[in-house]
């Protein structure tokens, strides 16, 4: 569903709500969104950790002690409480940015926010979920499992095989987690609005200072040449990972290794190791069938970046 304007631009509009073991997307039905917010969006495991820190660092100048999980939260994780949430992040004085991992149609959309979005390939999406899903401690799933609110199943333990956890995630599209291919799909469908940026994650890694420049011109947030070094340095896979603590959600307590398991080897292509030609073209076929050849050549190679325009 959308929503047209006299400008001609078809913004989307809400059309359900997702609830699971992390899943409250009721609270941006509450969120009053201000004209210069940021929203962050990833299916998971994507970039978003790393995205976080380059607008933090954009919008704070390079400072270093900026500790980016306690003023960008994810909204629609459903602990702590949406109330609880909601107020905090109303409190902020600074340009606001926080992240999600719904797709579009979960989501009140703004006219007035501007929306970064980042892809991976789901194969190594698979390797960092099983990395952060194998190293979760009692305290992660009591915080999922135990708290009120809850609504579905549960969250289990991970299969000590990621071949086998590659296939079930496969087989039944993004289990243990929620569905993949309809949320690449549903950010992809709007990438042409003039407030939506795709980003994908091999770019970051290939070239981060110019995807620190373009996401910084996309938010129309000027660089003081004289702060870019420390932008740079603090958006380094390797600063944060020695920083790990300021990155990670309450400074990793949820993992066992800490931070630093939650900031882990930001690596791609580990699964080419593992998985055999077939195992790897199981996922082309699928990802072929589920969002097209354009999309799943964009997920898979990130050689080209679709054009921003408004949609007409």
Partial sequence: ??????????????????????????????????????????????GTTWTQQIVGQLIFAGAQDIEVPTISPWLDLRVPAKEVKLAAIEAQTHRRFMKTHLPVDALV????????????????????????????????????????????????????????????????????????????????????????????????????????????????????????????KHCSFAWMKSHARQAAPLGGVFWDGGAETFIHKGTNGRWRDVLTAEESAKYERLALRHLGPDCAQWLAKASEFPERRAAS
């Fill in 1 to 46: 569903m959308t929503n047209t304007t006299d400008l001609g631009i078809r913004w989307p509009c809400k059309t359900r709500e997702l609830h699971n073991h992390h899943f409250d997307s009721t609270i941006w039905n509450g969120f009053r969104f201000r004209p210069d917010d940021i929203v962050i969006g990833t299916y998971a495991k994507s």
């Fill in 109 to 232: 959309f703004s006219p007035q926010a501007k929306y970064i979005y980042i892809g991976r390939d789901g194969r190594d999406v698979v390797w960092s979920m099983f990395n952060h899903h194998a190293r979760a401690n009692a305290a992660w799933y009591a915080a999922l499992n135990d708290t009120p609110g809850l609504v579905g199943e549960p969250i289990a333990p991970p299969p000590d095989s990621i071949r086998e956890y590659y296939h079930a995630w496969l087989d039944r599209d993004g289990h243990p987690f929620w569905p993949f291919w309809e949320n690449i799909r549903s950010w992809w469908e709007v990438r042409h609005l003039p407030n939506v940026l795709l980003v994908h994650f091999a770019d970051l890694k290939s070239d981060l200072p110019g995807q620190i420049r373009r996401i910084a011109d996309f938010l129309a947030i000027p660089i003081d040449e004289a702060r870019w070094p420390a932008i740079l």
